[in-house]
C-alpha cells in the first residue's frame, strides 16, 4: 500500500504512467501524430432531448429486453435493430454525423441521393466526422441512398448504405413510435441479413504503464478510483459516486449482503453441483473469451433477483 501512496501522490503516477482522459481539473490527450498535450477540463451540460437522442436510448433499451449484451449473438441484434430500424423524427433541421448514421469508415466522395415529396441528390465529400445537414419540413417517409464513387473508369457508383426517416406529426411520441415499429417488426429485422460495416475504433481513456514493474495500480484515492480489468495492460480510473442517497443502491447492498449469507450456508457438495451447472450455462450463453464471471457471482446475481 506504501508503494501505491507513493505512485498517486504528487506526479508519480504521471512519471510511471501515460495519462489518457480526465484527471482532477485536467484533460490528457495524445494527438494522432503521437504529441501528448494537457487541457483544462470544461464541464459542458448534457442538452437538451432530441430525436436523435432517444433513437439510441430506445433502441438499446429495447436491445437489453430481448437478450443480454453478455449473451453470444447479441452484438448481431443490435447491430441489425441500428441498421434496419428507421429514424423517427419530427420536423425540423438535423445534422447526421457520418460515422454514426451513415457508417461512413473512410473518407471519399459520395452520392447521396434523398428520395420523397422533393426528391433529389448531390455530391460530397464524407469524412466519419461530417455533419450532413438536412432539414425535413413535412411529414412523410423519406429514404436516403449513399453511393460511393469506384476507382475503375466506366462503372457506375454501388450503393454504400440506406437510411430510413419517417416525420412524425407534432405531438406524436418518438418513444412511442419507436417501441411500436420494434416490436411489430422485430422478427423481419433479425431475419435480415447482419450490416457489414466494420466497428469504430474506441479511444481508451485510462492510464498505460511506462515500465514493466508497475502494470496497474487498484484501489482509491483523493475521490479516484483505480481498477484494472483481467487480461489488459491498461488501468482504468473513475470518479468515486456518492450513493448513500440512492435508496435501490441500499436496498442492492442490503439484498446482496443476504444473499452472501445464503451462499456462506450452503453445503460443499452443493458448491460442486452449482459450479458444474455455471461453467456448462456460461459456455453455452457467454460470448467473452476471458471469464467476467464466477459460480459465487452466479449464485450472489440470482439470489439477490429472488429476493427481489
Not at 479516484?224 to 480510473?237: A, C, E, G, N, V
Amino acid at each position: 500500500m506504501k508503494n501505491k501512496r507513493e505512485v498517486l501522490e504528487g506526479e508519480g503516477l504521471l512519471h510511471f504512467f501515460e495519462m489518457h482522459g480526465r484527471l482532477g481539473d485536467e484533460v490528457y490527450r495524445r494527438k494522432r501524430n503521437g504529441e501528448t498535450e494537457v487541457y483544462p477540463y470544461i464541464y459542458i451540460p448534457p442538452g437538451a432531448e432530441t430525436p436523435l437522442k432517444l433513437r439510441t436510448v430506445v433502441i438499446n433499451s429495447f436491445a437489453n429486453s430481448v437478450s443480454n449484451p453478455q449473451y453470444k449473438g447479441y452484438d448481431a441484434i443490435l447491430r441489425k435493430l441500428y441498421y434496419y430500424t428507421p429514424y423517427f423524427i419530427t420536423p425540423g433541421s438535423y445534422q447526421l454525423q457520418g460515422q454514426t448514421v451513415f457508417f461512413i469508415r473512410e473518407a471519399g466522395n459520395y452520392t447521396l441521393e434523398l428520395s420523397g415529396r422533393m426528391g433529389f441528390s448531390w455530391e460530397q465529400k464524407l469524412c466519419r466526422r461530417t455533419m450532413v445537414r438536412l432539414n425535413f419540413a413535412g411529414v412523410g417517409e423519406y429514404e436516403l441512398i449513399v453511393y460511393c464513387e469506384r476507382s475503375e473508369r466506366g462503372k457506375r457508383s454501388e450503393e454504400y448504405c440506406r437510411r430510413r426517416f419517417v416525420v412524425l406529426e407534432e405531438g406524436v411520441s418518438v418513444k412511442d413510435a419507436y417501441f411500436e415499429y420494434l416490436s411489430e417488426h422485430l422478427a423481419e429485422i433479425l431475419g435480415m441479413p447482419e450490416p457489414e460495416y466494420t466497428r469504430l475504433k474506441i479511444y481508451r481513456r485510462g492510464l498505460v504503464a511506462k515500465t514493466n514493474i508497475f502494470l496497474g495500480v487498484s484501489g482509491t484515492d483523493r475521490e479516484q478510483i483505480y481498477y484494472m480489468r483481467k487480461d489488459s495492460k491498461i488501468t482504468f480510473l473513475r470518479a468515486n459516486y456518492d450513493h448513500t442517497g440512492n435508496m435501490q443502491s441500499q436496498l442492492f447492498k442490503e439484498q446482496k449482503a443476504l444473499a452472501i449469507a445464503d451462499w456462506k450456508a450452503e453445503s460443499e457438495e452443493f458448491k460442486e453441483q452449482w459450479a458444474k451447472q455455471f461453467y456448462r450455462w456460461y459456455d453455452q450463453n457467454f460470448r467473452r473469451l476471458n471469464r467476467m464471471m464466477t459460480p459465487y457471482m452466479w449464485y450472489i446475481g440470482n439470489r439477490v433477483r429472488q429476493l427481489i
